[in-house]
């Protein structure tokens, strides 16, 4: 299983990018799956959330400015980032917990990463 990240840049404050999140490979089942980004100096944190039903959450910080989504039949996941702001510089990561095969475990698989740089 691999998730492929992509749809970072430079971006001037107030700009829209749109990350994807691809998963390929033996798949059986996507669960939740998510965006975390991480700053330099700074821990990784969450960004949101969304189940494999559709229920999302955000941290607090880009309510209202980013939305998360998924297409299930495509195993592909987005972050529409709207509004941005220098402090969303980071690089962000995508991850899913992933069912390979029917009956087998659900693991937690990691994007590579993409950066994300919003200039003022």
């Known amino acids: 299983v691999q998730l492929q990240a992509s749809g970072g840049g430079l971006v001037q404050a107030g700009g829209s990018l749109r990350l994807s999140c691809a998963a390929s490979g033996k798949i059986f089942n996507i669960n939740m799956m998510g965006w975390y980004r991480q700053a330099p100096g700074s821990q990784r944190e969450v960004v949101s959330i969304i189940s494999s039903s559709g229920i999302t959450t955000y941290t607090d910080s880009v309510k209202g400015r980013f939305t998360i989504s998924r297409d299930n039949a495509e195993n592909t996941m987005y972050l529409q980032m709207n509004s941005l702001k220098p402090e969303d510089t980071a690089v962000y990561y995508c991850?899913?917990?992933?069912?390979?095969?029917?009956?087998?475990?659900?693991?937690?698989?990691w994007g590579q990463g993409t950066q994300v740089t919003v200039s003022s």
């Open positions: 991850s899913a917990n992933i069912q390979p095969w029917q009956g087998a475990a659900s693991y937690d698989y």
